[in-house]
Nanobody
Framework: QVQLVESGGGSVQPGRSLRLACVVS????????IGWFRQAPGKEREGVAR????????YYADSVKGRFTISQDQAKNTVYLQMNSLSPEDTAMYYC??????????????????WGQGTRVTVSS
């Protein structure tokens, strides 16, 4: 059974940084694509960033480009989301998810097969 566990959320002031981590455990998955998503209160879940197995493909939503960086440590089966210059608009529950079998740039949100429970990020002064 594939499991994903997020950590690193918290409450910070605008302009500060947080680093989220997503540990993927379970059977080995080849050619996987891991994404970070977020859902703010009263809003639909949206994609934030994604990365393929080799780290050669990354995607960022326009709203986070230049502020967020996705990376991975394959030895630790962990994908990170470094979030800088946080603003109140970044307040949300953040989830990581995994899929495989398709190119990372072609998968839609509904294609992600396993999801973590989420970690909450609150940005306020």
């Amino acid at each position: 059974q594939v499991q994903l566990v997020e950590s690193g959320g918290g409450s910070v002031q605008p302009g500060r940084s947080l680093r989220l981590a997503c540990v993927v455990s379970g059977p080995y998955i080849n050619n996987k694509c891991i994404g970070w998503f977020r859902q703010a209160p009263g809003k639909e879940r949206e994609g934030v960033a994604r990365i393929d197995d080799g780290g050669q493909y990354t995607y960022y939503a326009d709203s986070v480009k230049g502020r967020f960086t996705i990376s991975q440590d394959q030895a630790k089966n962990t994908v990170y989301l470094q979030m800088n210059s946080l603003s109140p608009e970044d307040t949300a529950m953040y989830y990581c998810a995994v899929t495989w079998g398709r190119y990372c740039d072609l998968v839609a949100q509904h294609d992600f097969r396993y999801w973590g429970q989420g970690t909450r990020v609150t940005v306020s002064s």
